[in-house]
């Protein structure tokens, strides 16, 4: 059996992954409780997270900085950090600032291949924007979960989400609308040729 893969992302709605400069401060201040609990809940269940390095050292620095009772410390990410995980890299060491995480050395396609084969859990990933381009390029990954938050972030816009990707289609699996104004798409992304 083959574990699932879904490359999980937050975005403004003219694709970015965040915002540098200006007031905009985390979920760009849009999050309200109904994105926060159904944010919970898809952590709950069972998973591995599968991290490139750039975005398990951004987590790792974050979250060593901040106290405990921080508004980065949802419920949802401390229950992500509880995950185990997997750290594709060649430049991350052991040990590191993860309960259960461990590093995989190599390409990120081979590794996830690898994982996917072997996992009997599904695997997710938030985040890690190049490592995601790649492994959809090379048709790993099954599902793309985009939060999209009612901002446009013209002027302050950072890390592009697709910038650089291939050309795919997408087919609409699941939409959710939450705390009014917020959407999540969830889609099967194939390889348009």
Not at 81 to 98: N, R
Not at 165 to 191: C, H, K, S, V
């Amino acid at each position: 059996m083959t574990a699932t893969y879904t490359f999980d992302v937050f975005s403004s709605l003219d694709g970015f992954g965040s915002a540098s400069g200006g007031d905009w401060g985390g979920y760009w201040g849009k999050q309200g409780r109904e994105l926060l609990d159904h944010r919970l809940a898809l952590y709950r269940e069972e998973q591995r997270m599968v991290f490139g390095a750039n975005t398990y050292r951004l987590f790792a620095r974050f979250l060593a900085t901040e106290p405990e009772d921080s508004p980065v410390r949802d419920p949802w990410v401390t229950r992500m950090v509880s995950l185990p995980a997997t750290i594709v890299s060649t430049t991350v060491e052991e040990p590191l600032d993860w309960a259960d995480g461990t590093v995989a050395r190599g390409d990120a396609i081979d590794v996830v291949a690898r994982l996917k084969q072997e996992s009997e859990v599904p695997l997710r990933s938030h985040g890690s924007l190049s490592m995601n381009r790649a492994l959809m390029a090379a048709g790993l990954v099954d599902r793309v979960q985009v939060t999209i938050f009612p901002v446009i972030t013209g002027q302050n816009g950072s890390d592009p989400i697709f910038q650089g990707a291939a050309d795919f289609d997408l087919e609409l699996l699941e939409t959710r609308t939450l705390d009014g104004n917020i959407q999540e798409l969830t889609y099967r992304p194939t390889l348009h040729v």
